[in-house]
């Protein structure tokens, strides 16, 4: 008998990636949901005998999930598969009935370790072959429309992968959807794992948002920006990178109400100078720019040189601070990431801007990756 499986992931790339982790030879219907509020609905339609659930999700997110599934008693073996590794997340969507908690990008390997050790999956299945070739994951051969979700019938199993054109240098670049997906994923995992250096930095509980991506002028990423001011002043620092065909400039910017708090947790004898929260900022930059850098590399398999960062400004509004370096942009790829630190009100936003030339470096490494 078929296992009724429910991915739920707001990420078109991520459920592709994880449809073709499943382990071979598993007999499953698959469904999918791109929210929390169509996860619920498809289980309590009967689609989600296991559910693999993402935590950053619009509408209802992956907690608010398991928090409906544990009210309404709902008949489902959650395991939740996060960019977010923060240990407080682990311990918190276990704490709410999880199965487990598995790191993205998910292999096929460790989903079937771990499909395996709760009796999800069987050694048996494992063994049956017969009609899945050995590079094949469970996916995408007869798909049907049931009230909005995709169900995949059992049949021979064939990988469809995410198309994403090469950009020539001649050809004016967009940004389709199915392109921002796709660095949105790659930007949720690697601020998961700046989060999750953070979190254990501070000892606290990184808020984690779901990242902004745009192609857009930097007039317009002024505009983008300017509910951060909130009429606040903020302090920004700014890193350049570069790799192979690719360069871009990290800004991370800090709303200076935010210091105090900020040096009470990484226990910085507070003084309202200039210097202490200038060290303050470079602490943070390092950490946020440096793991956020290292988590994108790690997955499109490159090696990002970092310069030396320089101080946009201290106490000004947001506008100035990118007013002031508007020429080194001009047309950006803008991944914008707003982290929070769960009660604390410290307002701490990583802009990564990748130049318009990058984007045939990078559109060509996403293409590889889903392969």
Known sequence: MSTKLL???DSNMARKQLARSLPDGWDVEL???????????AIKAGKGDVLLLDLNMPEMDGYQVLEAILEQDLPTLTIVVSGDIQPEAHKRVTSLGALDFIKK?????????????????SKDE?????????????????VIENNNQKVVKPAPLKVIPVEVPAAKSSELLTLSSDLRDCYQEIANVAMGRAGDLLAR???????????????IEVSELRMALKYVEANESTSGICQGFISAGISGEALLILNDSSFKDIASLMNYQYNEDEGTELELLMDLANVLIGACLKGISEQLDIDFSQGHPVVLGQHRKISELIANNASKWKKTLAIEISYRIENYPVKCDLLLLFTEKSMQTLNNKLAYLLE
């Open 7 to 9: 991915i739920c992931d």
């Open 126 to 142: 494992q063994g049956v072959d017969s009609v899945v070739e050995p590079s094949s994951s469970a996916i995408l051969e007869s």
């Open 105 to 121: 990008p998910v292999s096929k390997e460790k989903l079937t370790e771990v499909l395996l050790s709760y009796g999800v999956f």
């Open 31 to 41: 469904s999918f949901a791109t929210n929390g509020v169509e996860g619920v609905e």
């Open 201 to 215: 930095l501070l000892d606290v509980f990184v808020e984690l948002p779901i990242p902004n991506v745009n192609f």
